[in-house]
């Protein structure tokens, strides 16, 4: 197997590491991105991405000679199709999911597809994704009778996705059995988890399942965290005390849910069937409703401050990223809290050079000039800081009594 060709099409947060993960196994692996920026970046043997041990990962793949990168596909035996799946804003009150990246990914491969490759769909689809990519290729002429075509749902934590992409068991739901089998032999080669057969539709609801249950948890904390602040309770403190019974194990608030995964993927349930789907769109109505909740926080905050004060206050909005340590800022909650709150802020990421939109700062140089200071994700920087005189908002734990 080791003698396959792999053209890894995505090189974004989950393409890059699969391609440089493979690369380092003894796979020469071709890498595809519209983004002929990243592409040169990483033709240099760079990151444009933030992710830990990735850099030596792709270093070393791109100096031995076994990545490149290109703005097309090129031949291989094995595609990847590892593409970002958004969902449109259509203005109503369940997003559609959207297949664009997928089926042009599909489309660009078609002509370098022969009789015994492997075409394999990573990216987070909703049910039935495979079989629109099966129909794809069957009407741009491809003998899909003599290719294996595979679903393997990536199932990585951004921060540790090197670890994860061998660790975690890995679910491969094939078309046909004959393709299931032949797409397992390949993640064999690499995995050390377990690897899991099913169909194609099986492990896509999979996916959907995995991130819709965790969504689900984190809106019972958020709620909590909300129920507790009308009561001027700590919310840790409940949650703590909840969780030394043996059958309870509640997360812990935040200011929302965010990346590409938790925040975007339970609409593709809610969207194959609204009517049936209650609770899980309750809880993605109860994660988006959390961070309107804490921009409301934090306008209330600068008002009472304005009043006393007799003069605006400078709001230090302390993280950007959608989750602790990483620079992904898809669907963040805390990018939309700053940038929704139209008062004087000073953003904070230190995971990030420049933003489009906003203005960045040190957080030291940031924590100086502010008057309030708002938390809005728990990056190490900010865990031994100690401030005196300052207004903090919490909303992520960095002292234990988020809000």
């Known amino acids: 197997m080791k003698d396959k060709k792999i053209c890894v099409v995505g090189l974004g947060y989950i393409g890059l590491p699969t391609a440089a993960l493979l690369a380092n196994t003894g796979y020469e692996i071709i890498g595809v991105d519209v983004n002929s920026t990243a592409v040169d970046i990483i033709n240099q043997g760079?990151?444009?991405?933030?992710?830990?041990?990735?850099?030596?990962?792709?270093?070393?793949?791109?100096?031995?000679?076994?990545?490149?990168?290109?703005?097309?596909?090129?031949?291989?035996?094995?595609?990847?199709?590892?593409?970002?799946?958004p969902f449109y804003v259509n203005g109503g009150d369940i997003p559609e999911p959207n297949l664009e990246y997928v089926l042009a990914a599909t489309e660009a491969i078609v002509p370098y597809i022969k009789p015994g490759d492997i075409v394999i769909l990573e990216s987070t689809s909703p049910v039935g994704t495979t079989a629109q990519i099966y129909e794809t290729l069957k009407r741009a002429g491809v003998d899909v009778e003599q290719i294996f075509l595979a679903y393997c749902p990536e199932r990585?934590?951004?921060?540790?996705?090197?670890?994860?992409?061998?660790?975690?068991?890995?679910?491969?739901?094939?078309?046909?059995?004959?393709?299931?089998?032949?797409?397992?032999?390949?993640?064999?080669?690499?995995?050390?988890g377990?690897?899991?057969?099913?169909?194609?539709?099986?492990?896509e609801m999979s996916k959907l399942v995995e991130n819709s249950y965790r969504d689900v948890n984190i809106a019972f904390a958020n709620e909590l965290s909300i129920l507790s602040d009308v009561h001027n309770i700590n919310v840790h403190e409940v949650i703590k005390l909840a969780n030394r019974h043996p059958r309870v194990n509640i997360l812990q608030p935040s200011c929302g849910v965010g990346g590409h995964c938790i925040a975007?993927?339970?609409?593709?349930?809610?969207?194959?069937?609204?009517?049936?789907?209650?609770?899980?769109?309750?809880?993605?109505?109860?994660?988006?409703?959390?961070?309107?909740?804490?921009?409301?926080?934090?306008?209330?905050?600068a008002l009472a401050f304005e009043l006393e004060q007799n003069k605006k206050p400078k709001i230090a909005c302390m993280g950007l990223a959608f989750k602790p340590d990483i620079d992904d800022l898809r669907e963040s909650p805390a990018l939309y809290i700053a940038k929704s709150l139209q008062l004087d802020i000073l953003a904070v990421e230190p995971n990030i050079k420049h933003h489009d939109k906003l203005k960045l700062y040190n957080y030291k140089e940031a924590i100086e000039q502010a008057d309030i200071i708002v938390f809005l994700v728990k990056h190490r920087e900010f865990l031994a800081l100690e401030i005196q005189d300052k207004i903090v908002l919490d909303f992520c734990g960095i002292f234990n009594n988020a809000i």
């Open 156 to 192: 990585v934590l951004p921060g540790k996705i090197m670890v994860e992409l061998i660790e975690n068991d890995r679910i491969v739901g094939g078309f046909n059995a004959a393709s299931t089998q032949k797409v397992k032999e390949f993640y064999q080669t690499f995995v050390r």
């Open 46 to 85: 760079k990151i444009h991405i933030v992710e830990p041990d990735l850099a030596n990962f792709v270093k070393s793949a791109v100096c031995s000679g076994k990545l490149k990168a290109y703005t097309q596909p090129q031949a291989a035996d094995i595609f990847m199709l590892c593409v970002p799946t």
């Open 194 to 203: 377990e690897v899991l057969e099913t169909d194609s539709n099986t492990a």
């Open 264 to 301: 975007v993927d339970p609409w593709f349930l809610v969207a194959s069937d609204p009517k049936q789907a209650k609770l899980i769109k309750t809880a993605r109505e109860v994660n988006d409703y959390k961070a309107d909740w804490v921009i409301e926080k934090i306008k209330s905050t």
